[in-house]
T-cell receptor
């Protein structure tokens, strides 16, 4: 079981470019969550998706950020026209269903905007 | 509220001693709590969880205590080892959001002195 796979591990973008972060959930998991972490801070919830549906995007900025989890393939977190303030670690987590249960996290993508 | 831009609280313990890491949560409606361990450059790793109908739960070398009256959670690590050095986060599942997303605390950096 490969766990939650995120790629790339490190991503460098110039201001104004687009960043695409990918997440493949654990086998058998159909629920995906994206979190953002600034250095020396906790994880901040961004968005919760199930296959082809966004369930809760209350933590995601309204502009420039979008997320999808298509029927086939990984979940994608997309940041358009990146700015320096987008530099952070972005973690994806997955679970097998609703209800109270632990989330399994990937190793994250560290985005640096130069 | 959330802490932004503050350094993580730190705890230094001697190898072999017991460690106690504390966490205060704000939402009295939260009914499920998890402790995660995050090592440098890695994603959060599940340690132990507890539901609000319990006040204590034990795992291997770890114990979580929940005091709902004062909205306080603690993680006790017995016989702390160098491999326990990491940042520890408590997370709460806020029932009213209707989704299985977790809200993380600021975290505590544990350093084990050999």
């Amino acid at each position: 079981n490969a766990g939650v796979m995120q790629n790339p591990r490190h991503l460098v973008r110039r201001r104004g470019q687009e960043a695409r972060l990918r997440c493949s959930p654990m086998k058998g998991h159909s629920h995906v969550y994206w979190y953002r972490q600034l250095p020396e801070e906790g994880l901040k919830f961004m968005v919760y998706l199930q296959k082809e549906n966004i369930i809760d995007e209350s933590g995601m900025p309204k502009e420039r950020f979008s997320a999808e989890f298509p029927k086939e393939g990984p979940s994608i977190l997309r940041i358009q026209q990146v700015v320096r303030g987008d530099s952070a670690a972005y973690f994806c987590a997955s679970s097998s269903g609703t209800g109270q249960q632990q989330l399994t996290f990937g190793s994250g993508t560290r985005l640096t905007v130069v | 509220g959330e802490s932004v831009g503050l350094h993580l609280p730190t705890l230094s313990v001697q190898e072999g001693d017991n460690s106690i890491i504390n966490c205060a949560y704000s939402n009295s409606a939260s009914d499920y709590f998890i402790w995660y361990k995050q090592e440098s450059g890695k994603g959060p790793q599940f340690i132990i969880d507890i539901r609000s109908n319990m006040d204590k739960r034990q795992g291997q070398r770890v114990t979580v205590l929940l005091n709902k009256t004062v909205k306080h959670l603690s993680l006790q690590i017995a016989a702390t080892q160098p491999g326990d050095s990491a940042v520890y986060f408590c997370a709460e599942n806020r029932v009213e959001t209707g989704a299985n997303n977790l809200f993380f605390g600021t975290g505590t950096r544990l350093t084990v002195i050999p």
